[in-house]
């Protein structure tokens, strides 16, 4: 998934991103019951499910599942969707909200408000979804607490392994996908133009005769290292895990969350250096770099991706303390 991802944002972000939310959005439609991926797939093999996990709706316990009423901001790839899964709250017969679920959504039983007028990611489409007292069935629904900890619908999991990959460590990881093949298509383009632009101001014919310049691609192509080296080191643990059949530690799905953020952290780093060593006419519409720039800093700005929360949740958990009162979503 990050191969594709990053192979897609190479060209355009916003796509990668698509492909991202696309592919994750499908496999969590995959944790759930048979019954379910049936509708989806069953006479539509490239139904396309998009998804918010926030619940931001209100949901009523009613005779075999629940009404729902809700509106999901950043819903990306939205007019692309045929199905859409939303957090709900969940509440008892009483009305008293007991847990948190995941709701999966046909498109005929949604609207699309337009309200992604934004610097960056423009083309991802990550509109609003708008729901008004849809009947959503209990086996269109899961129940996201038990999924944290591996408890998943599905009744295939022995013979799908992809399908026992960590809830949280998955839904992070690939979030930074798109983030990758940003970092190279901004390093390419960099030194690309770096053997035929010049140096305004200076005694350099083109870029790569000055030493400066060569010292910063050499410290940000390190650092895109790093990002990969990163990424890659989380996916083997997260694969590695759902094929052995075992469950990762906490402390390793916590170290997963800071992994991503410092992916992201060093990509966004990298891109403002490359725009630094390229000059002013990065900024240009004409180029690409501006682009690149601006898709790459709103992507990172992912509420799952923030460094602050995500670094504390590794920081408490290295210490031993696995109490989540940082974030649920480890």
Not at 60 to 73: A, I, L, M, P, S
Not at 187 to 205: G, L, M, P, R
Request: aromatic share 8%; with cysteine.
């Amino acid at each position: 998934m990050l191969d594709v991802a990053a192979a897609a944002a190479y060209g355009d972000g916003g796509a990668g991103w698509v492909v991202t939310l696309g592919n994750v959005c499908g496999w969590l439609a995959g944790l759930m019951s048979r019954r379910l991926q049936d509708e989806i797939w069953g006479d539509d093999p490239d139904a396309f499910v998009t998804g918010v996990l926030a619940p931001t709706a209100s949901a009523v316990r009613v005779d075999g599942g629940y009404r729902v009423t809700g509106k999901w901001f950043y819903n990306s790839g939205s007019y692309l969707a045929t199905w859409a899964g939303v957090g709900i709250p969940i509440p008892n017969e009483a009305g008293e909200i007991v847990n948190q679920g995941l709701a999966v959504i046909p498109r005929a039983d949604y609207d699309i408000e337009e309200t992604w007028f934004v610097a960056g990611m423009r083309s991802s489409a990550s509109n609003c979804i708008v729901v008004n007292d849809v009947f959503v069935p209990d086996h269109r629904v899961m129940m996201v607490p038990p999924a944290i900890g591996g408890q998943y619908d599905n009744e295939d999991l022995a013979d799908e392994p992809t399908h026992r990959t960590a809830f949280v460590p998955m839904l992070a990881l690939v979030l930074i996908g798109a983030q990758l093949g940003l970092g190279r298509a901004a390093f390419d383009y960099v030194v690309e133009k770096a053997a035929t632009k010049s140096i305004a101001y200076s005694f350099f014919a083109t870029q790569a005769d000055s030493t400066a310049v060569q010292l910063e691609l050499a410290k940000v192509a390190l650092l895109l290292d790093t990002a990969e080296l990163h990424a890659r080191r989380a996916a083997s643990d997260i694969d590695s895990a759902a094929l052995a059949g075992t469950y990762p530690t906490y402390l390793t799905r916590a170290r997963v969350r800071a992994d991503t953020a410092l992916v992201a952290e060093s990509v966004t780093h990298a891109i403002d250096q490359l725009i630094s060593v390229h000059g002013a006419g990065a900024f240009a519409e004409s180029n690409p770099l501006q682009r690149i720039w601006r898709d790459s800093n709103t992507a990172a700005r992912h509420g799952v991706v923030n460094p602050l929360v995500s670094y504390e949740v590794y920081g408490k958990a290295l210490v031993g303390n696995e109490n989540p009162v940082v974030s649920p979503l480890v």
